[in-house]
């Protein structure tokens, strides 16, 4: 159902009379009938007072927002009705043309309120300055107009006529209502919502605005007559007006304009008060009588002209410098915590260091937050970290200043003559990042790893200092995190060697320094291999063989370990197709990073590794930590899931050091479980906990059917006791050492095996 058939019937009752009375005017005074001007009067009464209830009707109908326009532009409508009503009184009162100042000021009084409506609409800017801005527009086009008008209005008549103050001042009425129609212009600009309503007011304005300017030109040069064509003007433009009360206003107008980024406007918007003021120039020119006198209405214009100029480029001034202080707050201070950002960090830094005083560098990252913003949503993390930064400024106070990096990084700047040492300072930090109660019990308050960089002859600028601070900073995570690390020249150099070793990882891979080793599995009751786990050893041109605890965890951060687990599963595939020919029984082992489980290509690697070797995927066990399968999501369960499908065995390494629980078994299509190193080694010792370990986990993974593997069984006694316990396979250098395939070729003879 439109807009227009929820109107009441009296409504559209009253729409339809309207029209026909313009229709019928408008034929009339075409038709040049007896009573033309009677039926002008009355038809420019009668559709101006329907236009006021109208209005009238519609602001009763609409929210707060919206009422006031309505109710403003229905009494601009009954000033229009009045004004009517006295000009046809006094008309037929002997009057030919009824000037009068009540008249005038009915009209005058109308264009007011109707100027005030235009200000009060959904599209019109919401602040005072906007909204004085907007108006300042409009008044300097209309006086702009003034002398243009004047020229082309007035450029035939006498100069004795011209004193008649009828016809010179009745040029303000058509320049009054262009200064409407630049405000209309102006509030429906492409920054604000639009909304039909307003083209069809426009419309209005701009029929009144024609009507206004003929007539004065015709009543300048004596030639009008009530009843003229041109008078049916003025009801179509009031007729205009109450059609625009049938278009709903647009959704969303309640927004605040000024709260949201806006497009910037079109230049023409822009320039659009200052257009006129050249031609008014060049039209007070033309307008100088042969007397070298300008005439007072245009004197008077250019003079009003020229104070509200100067009062727009004051208000354009003042916009200009509130623009300025808000760019240069965007510019150097974080707009989530309102803390000062890099920028301004980094500027102060430098000049700090140009100083003679001691500087310092904290440099802060918060332990956790990622899992904080996974949890709980960015909305609860942006809250958290306010709140932090709050802590923090509060915790230094006037010992330095507290700078947001970026993400979950902060910075203190500590120079000049410090009341407290830089570790001091970091110890307040910490004690202020602590959960308060309740907090630590929600898990969403992270704690924070800082690093210490004290300026000194070996930095060179403050980006030196900064990456001692940043160095300094991993070191704390690496003590554990929720602490701190000052950089000495041991860290500076560690993180040398770490940065040396990384660009040399990048060309491990494609330059062949990777190799296999594999580690026999065996059936502890019989002795045989059943099994090989894959073990990548680097061999560094300079450093020798590395073992993967060297270097693996360097690829995980990196990224690295994705093109290295690539590598191995490719490796371990071909090599357990070829053992199989002599072996078929023994399968291979390989250790896949998190990151890798994460992929949505996993599924495509390894059936890749798998088929191109030609192995069954049977023979293929992808060992996964603990901790990897629990941060895992559905989707990661979902391709685990599909891999077992395929035939892929799955088994849980290191088990007993993660967060072993029986909820993720359950949901993990796992096959076996890995009992971790650190609880067999102490079976030597006759440790009656480690040995209740074991037993227990071995219990737990025959009760979920899973195949059970004791890893790390160098000793006979230890070889002894998970026998005992029921373990049916075991790894370790009891059974043998990691060693190349060849190696591995010669343990797995017939002669060895027994079934």
Not at 237 to 254: E, K, N
Not at 455 to 481: E, F, N, V, W
Not at 490 to 510: C, G, K, N, P, W
Not at 661 to 670: K, T
Request: proline share 6%; glycine share 10%.
């Amino acid at each position: 159902m439109t807009a227009g058939s929820r109107r009441p019937f009296s409504g559209r009752v009253g729409l339809v009379v309207a029209v026909l009375v313009v229709l019928v005017e408008g034929c009339w005074l075409v038709a040049g009938l007896p009573g033309a001007a009677l039926v002008s009067d009355l038809g420019a009464v009668t559709v101006s007072s329907w236009a006021a209830v109208a209005c009238a009707r519609t602001a009763r109908r609409h929210p707060e927002s919206v009422r006031r326009f309505w109710m403003l532009l229905a009494v601009t409508m009954t000033l229009a009705a009045l004004g009517r009503t006295v000009w046809t009184v006094q008309r037929l009162g002997g009057h030919p043309l009824p000037h009068t100042p009540l008249v005038g000021g009915l009209f005058t009084a109308g264009i007011i309120t109707g100027t005030a409506a235009l200000l009060c609409s959904l599209a019109a800017p919401r602040s005072l300055v906007g909204q004085a801005r907007t108006l300042l527009d409009g008044v300097i086009v209309a006086l702009a107009l003034i002398p243009i008008g004047w020229v082309v209005v007035f450029r035939d008549i006498a100069a004795a006529d011209l004193a008649d103050p009828v016809r010179t001042f009745g040029l303000l009425y058509p320049m009054l209502d262009l200064m409407q129609l630049t405000i209309l212009v102006a509030v429906s600009g492409p920054s604000r919502p639009m909304w039909r309503a307003l083209t069809l007011i426009g419309a209005s304005l701009a029929s009144r605005a024609a009507a206004d300017a003929v007539y004065v030109s015709l009543v300048a040069h004596g030639s009008y007559t009530p009843g003229h064509p041109i008078d049916v003007c003025w009801p179509l433009s009031y007729l205009l007006m109450g059609i625009a009360t049938t278009w709903p206003p647009p959704t969303g107008g309640d927004g605040d304009e000024e709260t949201g980024e806006s497009p910037l406007p079109p230049w023409w918007r822009v320039a659009l008060p200052y257009l006129p003021v050249g031609g008014a120039i060049v039209a007070v020119m033309l307008a100088r009588r042969p007397t070298g006198q300008t005439p007072h209405l245009i004197f008077f214009g250019m003079m009003a002209l020229l104070g509200v100029l100067a009062l727009r480029q004051g208000l354009a001034a003042n916009e200009n410098l509130r623009l300025v202080a808000r760019l240069r707050r965007l510019a150097y201070s974080d707009q989530l915590t309102g803390l000062p950002n890099r920028l301004t960090f980094n500027r102060r830094l430098r000049r700090a260091l140009r100083g003679d005083g001691p500087v310092a560098v904290l440099l802060l990252d918060l332990d956790g937050f990622k899992q904080v913003n996974d949890r709980f949503g960015h909305a609860a993390g942006d809250r958290l970290l306010t709140t932090i930064a709050e802590r923090m400024h509060d915790a230094v106070g006037a010992d330095g200043m507290v700078a947001r990096l970026g993400g979950d990084e902060f910075a203190v700047l500590v120079d000049g003559v410090r009341p407290a040492p830089p570790e001091r300072l970091a110890g307040r930090l910490l004690a202020a990042l602590e959960p308060l109660p309740g907090e630590e019990d929600l898990g969403v308050h992270p704690s924070a790893s800082i690093g210490i960089a004290e300026y000194g002859p070996q930095h060179t600028s403050h980006t030196d200092l900064l990456r001692d601070a940043d160095i300094a900073m991993y070191a704390a995570k690496a003590a554990g995190k929720s602490a701190y690390r000052t950089c000495t020249r041991e860290l500076r150099e560690s993180a040398v060697t770490r940065a040396e070793l990384i660009a040399d990882l990048r060309r491990a891979v494609d330059e062949g320094q990777l190799v296999m080793e594999f580690q026999p599995i065996v059936d502890l009751a019989t002795g045989t291999v059943t099994s090989a786990e894959a073990l990548v050893r680097w061999r560094h041109p300079r450093l020798g063989v590395l073992t993967p605890a060297k270097f693996l965890p360097l690829a995980e951060e990196t990224g690295l370990i994705l093109p290295i687990d690539r590598w191995v599963l490719r490796e371990a595939c071909r090599a357990a197709a070829t053992w199989r020919e002599q072996a078929p029984w023994v399968t291979v082992a390989v250790n896949i990073a998190a990151a890798h489980l994460r992929r949505p290509d996993l599924i495509a690697t390894v059936t890749g590794a798998v088929g191109a070797a030609g192995l069954p995927p049977r023979a293929l066990t992808l060992e996964l930590t603990e901790s990897a399968l629990i941060e895992g999501s559905d989707a990661v369960l979902e391709r685990l899931a599909q891999l077992r499908e395929l035939g892929i065995r799955i088994a849980i390494d290191d088990f007993g050091t993660g967060y072993s629980s029986l909820s993720y078994l359950h949901r993990i299509p796992a096959t076996e479980l890995k009992i971790d190193r650190s609880f067999v080694s102490r079976l030597d010792a006759g440790d009656p906990r480690a040995y209740a370990t074991v037993e227990m986990v071995n219990r737990l993974a025959h009760a979920f059917d899973l195949a059970v593997v004791a890893e790390g069984v160098e000793t006979g006694a230890q070889h002894a006791a998970v026998a005992a316990i029921g373990c049916l396979h075991g790894q370790g250098w009891r059974y043998g050492r990691p060693a190349a395939l060849p190696d591995l070729l010669a343990t797995l003879t017939p002669a060895d095996v027994t079934h």
